[in-house]
């Protein structure tokens, strides 16, 4: 089903809340991501509500629906539920636009219902008043490998002879990740011990902090409805089953990566935290910023006809730039910026969202409304389009210099504004990821921010 663009992505769209109307701002009526709010109450009791971000405030969806004003387009249990992905699980794709053009609308400069009502003035809080979770609870998560850049020179600092493997371009390559260590954005990040690669071929490994920490520029895909288990996801159905997109920080231990990953892949390298921003946009409030999935180059075989949809291919990608940030603790004590590492594009990426999707189910396997998918590092063409430290700081450029270098060893190092190098993650540094999507005629939406601070390895 093609998407299209309605009223809901009209530009010159203004809303009463003031902040909102910013340029700068990340979240204008156009986009309204929905994040839980928690709240404590006197004694210290939490509570969770689901909400919509606008500009700089949050709406609380279960107060705008107790009087009334959600009741043609949702049901007020449901917004009780407090999930989203309870909410969106059993709606259509038709009846997300109607419950998006209903939120525009409350929201919008011209109306008055919500703005004239005495609920807006409990229904609307500051975002930098409460803490803010993702609006998903996250049971399962998969983490794929979709960028056929990353994989590239991934693939050719640990198997030069070998970089690209022959299942490639063929299957969206991934691995089941842990659901219990995806943290929101700010949660700091405790470095992981473990069995680092031996320094010599042949060589024991030893135990301890991993030296080789780094960060992974990732898009989450949050998963609205399932499938029975058996029935497999077809390639035009799949993103009726996507609620929307978040940023994710996929934290990997190289130098335990490195030993592990064979034969099955990432273990105890990646689970020990995966960060989400707390923001999720979606894919009602993407439309206007889709695009052709990445055009294959000449000679790379067509995917087989299950992961191939003509839709999908015309309009399967999507252009979100991506940038990447460090402070490290010296900088932040000297009041510094974080500087930039990278800047890239999701419309980079060799496969699109519902070929990952179509693929996980094709083997019967049953997703659920809430399951993550982790896009894999979002690495483009260019040295300033990577998106971790293991490639950004290799000399090596496979296209140009078939020399290879060892993880670790003959590595450019980054220099940082207080003198600082940095090859790997120290403790103190802070990774900041933003995502923001720009199209003329339409406004620009942003993801807000995926952060993680590195704290010491527990001796
Ligand atoms: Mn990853």
Redesign the pocket.
Known sequence: MPYEIDETHDQSLQSWVESANDPATDFPIQNLPFVRAVFADEEDRTFLTSAVVIGDQLLILELVAQVGLLDEVVDTDLIESMLLDEIYSDMTRNERQRFRARLVSLLSADNDELKGHDVAEHALVPMNEVQTLPAFECHDYT?F?ASVYHATNVGTMFRPDNPLLPNYKWIPVGYHGRASSVVTSGTPIRRPNGQLSPAEEGGAPSFGPCKLLDY?L?MGVVVARGNELGQPIAIGDAEDHILGMCLLN?W?ARDMQKWEYVPLG?FLA?SFATTVSPCLVTMEALVPFRCPAMQRPDGDPKPLPHLTDEHDQSQGGLDITLEVFLASKQMRDQDMEPIRLSKGSFKDMYWTIAQMLTHHSSNGCNMQAGDLL?S??ISGPTRESRGCLLEMTWDGDPFANPAVIKPGTERTAIELPTGEERKFLADGDEIIIRGYCERDGYRRIGFGECRGIIEPAVI
């Open positions: 983490d490998y992974e990732e996929d990997s990432p990646k982790g894999g590092t």
